[in-house]
C-alpha cells in the first residue's frame, strides 16, 4: 500500500495497526535524520495529533469539576485583552473561539514558537477578527490557551498533569509533553535543524511512538479512559449548526462507518491517526522526511482494507 500511495521503500515511515485485544502490526522503513532505523518505538513529534491529548486533559478536569466549559478564557488567562471574555473554553476545543488567524500570530512571533510566545503575541490583537460561537476556524493558538487553562485548573504543568493521569494509567512510557529548551527530548527523532518542533504545548508538544501512539488509540476505542463518550461529542456553533470537530479529532465516515481521526504536520513531518470504534481499529503512521499530502491516500487506503476485514 506504500507504493501505491507513492512512497518508496527507502522513505522513512512507520505504520500501525491495531484490532480489539489483537497483537499490533507494524511496518517500519527507512532512517532517522541521525541515521538511526526507524522503528515503532522510535519517539516521533506528534504535531496536532497532540490536541486529543489536550482535550484528554480537559476531558478529566471536566470530570472531576475543576473545568467548566462555559467558563470564561479571561478567567484562566487575564493577561489577555478584554475579548477573552466573551470566549468559552467549549469554544476553544472546537476551534469556534474566533481567535486571530494562526498566520497573523506566526507574523509576530519572532521566532519564539512557545506557549508564553504564542500567549504574549495574542495580547497585541486588540480585537477579533470574528464572533465567537459565529464560525469554524481551525486554530493552533486556540488550543495553546486551552492547555495553558487546563494547567491553571489542574495547578500542575500540563506534560505533569498528562503523564500522571494519561500516560502513566496506559502504560505510554516513551511519550510525554516536550516544551524544551532542547528542539527534542532525549533519543527522538530529530527534525530538520531548520524547522525544529515548535516548543508551544497543547496545539502540539507532544513526542511518542507509533507504539505509545496506538497503545492511545486503542485506549480510546475501548473507553478505558472514561472519557471516549464525553470525546466523542461534536462541537456546534452557537446557532446549533454542528460542526465535524470533537475533542481534539475530527469526526468523519467510511463506507458507512465512524472515524475519528487527525493528521499532524510540520516541515519534514507528516502524522496520521484514524479509529473505528464499531469495528475496533486502528491506524497510526508517522513520516519523518514527507512534506506531501500522500498520507491521506495511504488512509483511505488502509481504511478500505480494514473495512473489509471487518465486514
Known amino acids: 500500500m506504500l507504493a501505491e500511495a507513492g512512497y518508496r521503500n527507502d522513505e522513512p515511515i512507520v505504520v500501525g495497526l491495531q484490532r480489539r485485544d489483537n497483537a499490533p502490526a507494524f511496518h517500519a522503513q527507512g532512517l532517522t535524520a541521525r541515521r538511526e532505523t526507524l522503528s515503532a518505538t522510535t519517539p516521533i513529534y506528534a504535531a496536532s495529533l497532540s490536541k486529543q491529548i489536550t482535550a484528554a486533559c480537559v476531558a478529566l478536569l471536566v470530570q472531576q469539576g475543576a473545568l467548566d466549559l462555559e467558563s470564561a478564557l479571561s478567567r484562566w488567562l487575564p493577561q489577555l485583552p478584554s475579548w477573552a471574555?466573551?470566549?468559552?473554553?467549549?469554544?476553544?476545543?472546537?476551534?469556534?473561539?474566533?481567535?486571530?488567524?494562526?498566520?497573523?500570530i506566526d507574523a509576530i512571533l519572532d521566532g519564539d514558537r512557545t506557549s508564553q510566545g504564542v500567549i504574549q503575541a495574542l495580547t497585541r490583537f486588540p480585537a477579533l477578527p470574528g464572533r465567537p460561537g459565529g464560525d469554524y476556524v481551525y486554530s493552533n493558538a486556540g488550543y495553546v490557551c486551552l492547555a495553558a487553562a487546563a494547567e491553571r485548573a489542574a495547578g500542575q504543568p500540563i506534560p505533569d498533569f498528562a503523564r500522571d493521569r494519561l500516560f502513566a494509567p496506559l502504560s505510554m512510557s516513551d511519550t510525554l509533553f516536550w516544551a524544551g529548551p532542547a528542539p527534542a527530548p532525549p533519543g527522538?527523532?530529530?527534525?530538520?535543524?531548520?524547522?525544529?518542533?515548535?516548543?508551544?504545548?497543547?496545539?502540539?508538544?507532544?513526542?511518542?511512538?507509533?507504539?505509545?501512539?496506538?497503545?492511545?488509540?486503542?485506549?480510546?476505542?475501548?473507553?478505558?479512559?472514561?472519557?471516549?463518550?464525553?470525546?466523542?461529542?461534536?462541537?456546534?456553533?452557537?446557532?446549533?449548526?454542528?460542526?465535524?470537530?470533537?475533542?481534539?479529532i475530527g469526526v468523519r465516515s467510511h463506507a458507512g462507518h465512524r472515524v475519528y481521526r487527525h493528521g499532524?504536520?510540520?516541515?519534514?513531518?507528516?502524522?496520521?491517526?484514524?479509529?473505528?470504534?464499531?469495528?475496533?481499529?486502528?491506524?497510526?503512521?508517522?513520516?519523518?522526511?514527507?512534506?506531501?499530502?500522500?498520507?491521506?491516500?495511504l488512509l483511505d487506503l488502509l481504511l478500505d482494507a480494514v473495512v473489509a476485514e471487518g465486514e
Open 188 to 248: 527522538a527523532a530529530p527534525l530538520s535543524p531548520e524547522h525544529p518542533a515548535p516548543l508551544s504545548l497543547g496545539d502540539g508538544g507532544v513526542w511518542t511512538t507509533a507504539g505509545d501512539l496506538l497503545r492511545w488509540s486503542q485506549a480510546l476505542n475501548a473507553d478505558e479512559l472514561g472519557l471516549s463518550a464525553l470525546m466523542h461529542i461534536p462541537g456546534r456553533l452557537d446557532d446549533g449548526t454542528p460542526i465535524g470537530y470533537a475533542w481534539g
Open 264 to 297: 499532524g504536520g510540520w516541515p519534514g513531518l507528516r502524522a496520521m491517526q484514524a479509529r473505528l470504534p464499531d469495528l475496533g481499529w486502528s491506524i497510526v503512521f508517522l513520516a519523518t522526511a514527507d512534506d506531501t499530502e500522500r498520507r491521506t491516500v
Open 85 to 104: 471574555g466573551d470566549i468559552r473554553v467549549r469554544q476553544l476545543l472546537h476551534h469556534t473561539a474566533a481567535l486571530p488567524a494562526d498566520r497573523d
